[in-house]
C-alpha cells in the first residue's frame, strides 16, 4: 500500500512541476487514411486551376486564346514559388496583432512532415501547406476573368504577385489563421467564400473598371469562339470542386462526405435555376447559361459546405444561380463595366450570397465545431458573417486599386490599341492558338493582323 502511495504521489509531483510536458500519447498523429484523402484532395483543386482556363479560354476570342490559358496556367508556377517563400507564413505562420502571419515559416523552414495541431492534426503539416497552396493559386487566376483581353503581360505578372502577398495572404490569416481576427469575430468560411470567391470577384470588378473596357465593347459582338471548351472547363471545375470543398474537412470522415453531397447538390440546383431565369427572360436555354449556373452553384456553397443540409444546399444553388444570373445579365447591363468572363458576376455576387446564407442555414447539427445560423435561432453569426464581407470589399477595393496604380507606375497596364486589335496572343506571345486562321504577310507595328471574321460560327482546328 505504502509503495502504491508513493507512486501515486511521485506521478502527482511530476504533473505539478512539469506542467509544459508533452505527453508521448497527446502527440498528433499521422493518419495514412486522411493523408491520402488530403493528397488527392490537394490534386483536385490543382486541376481546378487549368480546368479554369479551358472554361474562361472559350468565352474570349480566337485572337486572345492562348494569353488567356497563359495567365492561369503561368499562375500555377508563379504563386507556388512565392507560397513557399513568404506566401505560406503569412497566411498561416505564428499570428502577429490578429492581421497576418510572422516570418517564422519563411522558405517553409518549420514545415516538416510531422502535422500541426492548430490546423490539421493527423496529416503532415506540408501537405496541409500544399493543400493551402492550391487555393492561393485558383484565386487569383479567378481574377482574370474580369481583364480578359487587354492587360499586358508584364504588368499581369507584377499584379498577381503584389495582390498574391498583400491582399489574399492576409485575408487568408483573417479567416482561416491562428488568432484571425475574422476567425475570433466567429464568422464562419469553411472553403474561401470570402478568401477566395469575394477577393477575386471584386478584385476582377476594380480592375475591370481601372484598365477600362475592350476596344468595342456594347458595339461589336464579342463572342465566344469555342463553347465546347468553356463547357469542358466547367465540367473540370465542377469535379476538381468536390477536393476543394470536401477536402477542406482536412479528413477522410462524415463532414468530408456532408461537404460532398451538399457541394454536388447545389451546383446542380443553381445550373437549373440559371436556365430557367435565362429561359424567361430571354427566351432560350443556352448551354453557356448551363455551365455558368453550375459555376455560379459551386460558388455560393463553397463558405456554407461545412456546415449546411443538403436541403439547405438545394435552396442556396437555387437563390445562386438566380442571383448571379441577374448580376451577369442586368446587373453588369445597368452600370456598363466591362467584366469580360463575369468573373465579379460569378464569383463576387455567388461569394456573397454564399456568406450570407451560411449567416442563415448553418447548424451545428451537421458540424458541432460550427455555429447555427439565424434559421437556426442564432443571429450573431449573421452579424458576423455581415462585418467578414464587408472587411474583405474593403479589403479587395482599395488593395486592388492601389496595387494597379503602382504597378502602372513601372509598365503600362493596359494595351495599346494596335495590340488589342491585333489579339494578345500574338502581340504579347508571339504565338497563334489556331494555324488554319488567314492571316495577312504584311507587318504593321503591332505584328499581323486578323481577316477572318471573328464569329462563333467559324469552324477551326487546333494544329
Known sequence: MKTVKLALALTLLLVLALPGMAWAADAPKIDTGDTTFVMIASALVML?????????????????????????????????VQWVLIGYTLAFGPDKG???????????????????????????????????????????ALITGSIAERMRFPAFLAFMVLWATFIYDPLAHWVWGVNGWIRNLGALDFAGGTVVHI????????????????????????????????????????????????GSALAANGLATNAFVVTNTSAAAAALSWLTAEWLHHGKPTVLGAASGAVAGLVAITPA???????????????GGVVCYLGVSVLK????????????????????????????????????????????GNPGLMKAQLISIVATYALAIVGTFVILKVVNAFTPIRA???????????????????????????????GYREKVAETPSVSVNAP
Open 199 to 246: 477577393s477575386s470577384g471584386v478584385s476582377g470588378l476594380v480592375a475591370a473598371i481601372v484598365l477600362g473596357k475592350r476596344k468595342g465593347y456594347g458595339k461589336d459582338p464579342l463572342l465566344p469562339h469555342q463553347l465546347p471548351m468553356t463547357v469542358l472547363g466547367a465540367g473540370l471545375l465542377w469535379f476538381g470542386w468536390f477536393g476543394f470543398n470536401a
Open 48 to 80: 481546378m486551376t487549368p480546368g479554369l482556363a479551358l472554361f474562361y479560354g472559350g468565352m474570349v476570342r480566337r485572337k486572345n486564346v492562348l494569353s488567356t490559358f497563359m495567365q492561369s496556367f503561368i499562375l500555377i508556377a508563379i504563386i507556388s
Open 305 to 319: 459546405s461545412g456546415y449546411v443540409t443538403p436541403m439547405s444546399a438545394l435552396a442556396i444553388g437555387l437563390v
Open 98 to 140: 490578429h492581421l497576418i502571419g510572422s516570418l517564422s515559416w519563411l522558405g517553409f523552414n518549420g514545415v516538416g512532415m510531422t502535422p500541426n495541431a492548430d490546423y490539421a492534426a493527423t496529416v503532415p503539416h506540408q501537405i496541409f501547406a500544399m493543400f493551402q497552396l492550391m487555393f492561393a493559386i485558383i484565386t487569383p
Open 416 to 446: 495599346t490599341a494596335d495590340e488589342e486589335m491585333t489579339g494578345l496572343d500574338l502581340t504579347m506571345h508571339g504565338e497563334e492558338a489556331y494555324r488554319d486562321l488567314v492571316m495577312s504577310a504584311s507587318h504593321s507595328k503591332s
Open 333 to 376: 447591363s445597368k452600370f456598363g463595366y466591362d467584366d469580360a468572363l463575369d468573373a465579379f458576376g460569378c464569383h463576387g455576387i455567388g461569394g456573397t450570397w454564399g456568406a450570407i446564407a451560411t449567416g442563415l442555414f448553418a447548424t451545428k447539427a451537421i458540424n458541432p465545431a460550427g455555429a447555427d445560423g439565424l434559421f437556426y
